[in-house]
């Protein structure tokens, strides 16, 4: 909670939720946003949480049921045309940092070859070098590394933190790539709709979030796959 004032004076409380931004719920997230009394501006909350208002901005746009609001269209188009104006340096990747990217999503050293139609032997070299990488712009612009994620691999690497926490949110362009190889149908029963993403190996058990560790299920045969664990009540109810 921050305490703040009004131009009267009168005192006022801000009740931030105490946990991660992107781990925050849609009901959490509007509590803050819509309080009459002490409601949060998105410049609070950015400041607040220390992510950047692309993050926000993402956060937003890709979560069901928030939207954003007229003023906070207007504040990302001025930070937009205030950072465009400003020259930018060119930002610099260590072979491990690429590494460590590579692996928050999922990809091995041939995938990532083939996706930047390069040789297995240059990603190798490339994530073993000690000096900076000549190929962090494909990295990131194929990987599409968000700031924040950025921040908490090197703050890993640095010692800063004692373990990097990888999404449960699964990559959109993973997604995407495996409702194509699926034909946005169960796998195993040729339904549609109200599909979920099965890890074959569980998340819970390092599955990662990979085209070829997940695979599109309807809801009866993703809650057979877990029939054995709490989770297959939980999934059995969104039927």
């Known amino acids: 909670m921050e305490v703040f004032y009004t131009n009267g004076g009168a005192k006022r409380y801000k009740d931030y939720i105490d946990k991660p931004f992107h781990d925050l719920s849609v009901k959490e997230f509007r509590e803050m946003r819509r309080n009459n009394k002490s409601a949060i501006s998105a410049q ?24 954003l609001a007229s003023e906070e269209k207007k504040y990302h188009k001025s930070r937009n045309a205030l950072e465009t104006s400003i020259p ?20 091995s050293q041939k995938e990532m070859a083939r996706k930047l139609n390069l040789p297995v032997d240059s990603i190798r070299n490339t994530e073993s070098e000690k000096r900076y990488s000549n190929y962090g712009k494909e ?24 373990g990097l926490e990888l999404d449960r949110e699964i990559p959109s362009m993973i997604k995407a ?4 190889r699926d034909g946005n149908k169960c796998s195993n029963c040729g339904r549609k709709g109200k599909l979920h993403f099965h890890h074959r190996t569980h998340f819970s058990k390092g599955g990662l979030h ?15 796959e877990h029939e054995d664990e709490l989770v297959h009540g939980l999934i059995s109810s969104m039927k």
């Open 44 to 67: 609070d909350m950015i400041e607040h949480y220390g992510v950047t208002p692309n993050d926000y901005v993402e956060f937003v746009q890709n979560t069901e049921g928030i939207a």
């Open 177 to 180: 790539e495996v409702r194509k």
């Open 210 to 224: 990979t085209a070829e560790n997940l695979t599109l299920l309807c809801v009866p045969c993703h809650a057979k």
């Open 139 to 162: 990295y990131m612009k194929t990987l599409k590394i968000k700031d924040s994620e950025k921040e908490r691999v090197r703050s890993y690497l640095n010692g800063k933190s004692k």
């Open 88 to 107: 930018k340096k060119k930002e610099k990747f260590k072979g491990i940092e690429l590494k460590a990217f590579r692996l928050l999503r999922g990809y």
